[in-house]
Antibody, heavy 123, light 108 residues
Framework: QVQLQESGPGLVKPSETLSLTCAVS??????????WGWIRQPPGKGLEWIGT???????WDNPSLKGRVTMSLDTSQNQFSLKVTSLTAADTAIYFC???????????????WGQGALVTVSS | EIVMTQSPATLSVSPGERATLSCRAS??????LAWYQHKPGQAPRLLIY???TRATGIPARFSGSGSETEFTLTISSLQSEDFAVYYC??????????FGGGTKVEIK
């Protein structure tokens, strides 16, 4: 069974950059065939899509994040990463990584998720 | 952006009873609708995709139906492990991919 595990700092200061990594096991991300993505859940709220990208490096991100997101793949480590810049308290959330299935390349949904990593933005 | 609205926010159900969860889209999403189950501290789990197709390993008591803007997730006979929060997600028109606000299924 495919497993994903997020890692990163639990506490980040306002205006700084968040960096998270998602380690993938039981599936080689260099195999292709899937996209990869990030979703977050602010405290007491629902799920918010952050972004999705594929192996050639095409990315799609949520316009609400105003271009603050960068995603990348590290096939040598079988992991992928997320960076979010210019953090504010509103970015405090549980961050989930996920594998993305896209039948036909156009219809993405999330078939495997990590357990999530809590990130608090505070000075 | 397609807005997804789930109802009710909380559903109180006794074990063994049927649970019916609703998800409405602000515009048509065709059949491009998925459902997820999420328990605190755990990874969310894909239950249903394509409106009605169960994901691998999902028990038959979970079923999805609907089309266009109105969708339903039905759990035919609630088991103890089914008490969780359920989210719908549209993947018809994106970016952005959007989720509903969730329905918490709790023990009555």
């Amino acid at each position: 069974q495919v497993q994903l595990q997020e890692s990163g700092p639990g506490l980040v200061k306002p205006s700084e950059t968040l960096s998270l990594t998602c380690a993938v096991s039981s599936y080689s991300i260099s195999s292709g065939g899937y996209y990869w993505g990030w979703i977050r859940q602010p405290p007491g709220k629902g799920l918010e899509w952050i972004g999705t990208f594929n192996h050639p490096g095409i990315t799609w991100d949520n316009p609400s994040l105003k271009g603050r997101v960068t995603m990348s793949l590290d096939t040598s480590q079988n992991q992928f990463s997320l960076k979010v810049t210019s953090l504010t308290a509103a970015d405090t959330a549980i961050y989930f990584c996920a594998r993305v299935t896209t039948p036909g390349g156009d219809w993405p949904y999330f078939d495997y998720w990590g357990q999530g990593a809590l990130v608090t933005v505070s000075s | 952006e397609i807005v997804m609205t789930q109802s009710p926010a909380t559903l109180s159900v006794s074990p063994g009873e049927r649970a019916t969860l609703s998800c409405r889209a602000s515009q048509s999403v065709s059949s491009h609708l998925a459902w997820y189950q999420h328990k605190p501290g755990q990874a969310p789990r894909l239950l249903i995709y394509g409106t009605s197709t169960r994901a691998t390993g999902i028990p038959a008591r979970f079923s999805g139906s609907g089309s266009e803007t109105e969708f339903t997730l039905t759990i035919s006979s609630l088991q103890s492990e089914d008490f969780a929060v359920y989210y719908c997600q549209q993947y018809h028109r994106w970016p952005p991919l959007t989720f509903g606000g969730g329905t918490k299924v709790e023990i009555k």
